[in-house]
């Protein structure tokens, strides 16, 4: 009967959101400007005004001034291309569409490298 229940539950709330999260946003390109390999953590710029933040969760290991392309405005787990490496990559992002001194608040402080992004001008 438990089991029966969080069945019941995994598919009335996990779902709907991970099918929401790989629907919402349009294609985008972006390139990783930041990266802290301590923490999975890297920032794409979108376009001159935005920033997206992803965790890494698998795929080739993203690099500074790689390319990326997808669903990069948007919450969620999914995968987006590494153009750079021709392959794609798995990311959780939920938060996205800030500017640079916004984003300065949203990397987590676990990351050894923070301070690097806070010296990047944008």
């Given at each position: 009967m438990l089991r029966r229940i969080a069945l019941l539950l995994s598919l009335l709330f996990v779902n709907p959101l991970f099918a929401q999260s790989q629907n919402?946003?349009?294609?985008?390109t972006g390139e990783l400007i930041w990266r802290?390999?301590?923490c999975f953590f890297f920032v794409l710029k979108i376009?001159?005004?935005?920033?997206s933040l992803f965790e890494f969760l698998g795929g080739p290991s993203p690099t500074v001034g790689?390319?990326?392309?997808?669903k990069l405005s948007s919450f969620g787990t999914r995968k987006i291309v590494n153009k750079t490496e021709g392959k794609p990559t798995m990311v959780y992002s939920e938060t996205f569409g800030l500017p640079k001194a916004k984003m300065d608040r949203r990397i987590p402080r676990q990351c050894k490298r923070k301070k690097e992004f806070e010296a990047i001008s944008g």
């Amino acid at each position: 009967m438990l089991r029966r229940i969080a069945l019941l539950l995994s598919l009335l709330f996990v779902n709907p959101l991970f099918a929401q999260s790989q629907n919402e946003g349009p294609e985008q390109t972006g390139e990783l400007i930041w990266r802290d390999p301590s923490c999975f953590f890297f920032v794409l710029k979108i376009d001159d005004e935005n920033y997206s933040l992803f965790e890494f969760l698998g795929g080739p290991s993203p690099t500074v001034g790689s390319v990326f392309e997808g669903k990069l405005s948007s919450f969620g787990t999914r995968k987006i291309v590494n153009k750079t490496e021709g392959k794609p990559t798995m990311v959780y992002s939920e938060t996205f569409g800030l500017p640079k001194a916004k984003m300065d608040r949203r990397i987590p402080r676990q990351c050894k490298r923070k301070k690097e992004f806070e010296a990047i001008s944008g």
